[in-house]
T-cell receptor, first 112, second 110 residues
């Protein structure tokens, strides 16, 4: 059974720093790995999707990498801003009716 | 752009009461999902639908029922609410691999 873990559960950094969020999974037979952002009281917004055949995806200041052999994905945020404060969740797509297996998320606080 | 709309946004129930949560999407998506989100845990899939008139069980279906009579709507029912069902419920829809989420329903069972 696939399990997805995100450590740490919370992270606080000063504005302007580059940072890395971690996501690990136990079953390497994933179809893709997805990163989402959740703002307080809101739903989730898709950030990046990395296909199993890809190593990374980039969108603006965000870069997500995938290493299936080690069961890890990272989300790199460059030049962090207070507006980046949110909870970031990763999810593994196991190619079963598009169902996703979710991590519990990392709550990120960027201090001005 | 409405996207995925969930109603109500908040609700407080007493143990044993029943209620229905409504999810509506205007993107003509085939797939729809109901999740619950509890503190310290990832989202858990309750039920999902791969098209109008179809439903299937997810990871935590017990105590819930669903219906998808119209393509744009996906209803989640609690027949006899229990305190363990206190949670934030999210609906999502997708046409492919990327799911689009509503803003959630915060449900408390006393």
């Amino acid at each position: 059974k696939q399990e997805v873990t995100q450590i740490p559960a919370a992270l606080s950094v000063p504005e302007g720093e580059n940072l890395v969020l971690n996501c690990s999974f136990t079953d390497s037979a994933i179809y893709n790995l997805q990163w989402f952002r959740q703002d307080p009281g809101k739903g989730l917004t898709s950030l990046l999707l990395i296909q199993s055949s890809q190593r990374e995806q980039t969108s603006g200041r965000l870069n997500a990498s995938l290493d299936k052999s080690s069961g890890r994905s990272t989300l790199y945020i460059a030049a962090s801003q207070p507006g980046d404060s949110a909870t970031y969740l990763c999810a593994a797509d196991m190619d079963s009716n598009y169902q996703l297996i979710w991590g519990a998320g990392t709550k990120l606080i960027i201090k001005p | 752009n409405a996207g995925v709309t969930q109603t109500p946004k908040f609700r407080v129930l007493k143990t044993g009461q029943s209620m229905t949560l409504l999810c509506a999407q205007d993107m003509n998506h085939e797939y729809m999902y109901w999740y619950r989100q509890d503190p310290g845990m990832g989202l858990r899939l309750i039920h999902y639908s791969v098209g109008e008139g179809t439903t299937a069980k997810g990871e935590v279906p017990d105590g819930y029922n669903v219906s998808r009579l119209k393509k744009q709507n996906f209803l989640l029912g609690l027949e006899s609410a229990a305190p363990s069902q206190t949670s934030v419920y999210f609906c999502a829809s997708s046409a492919g691999r990327t799911q689009h989420f509503g803003d959630g329903t915060r449900l408390s069972i006393l």
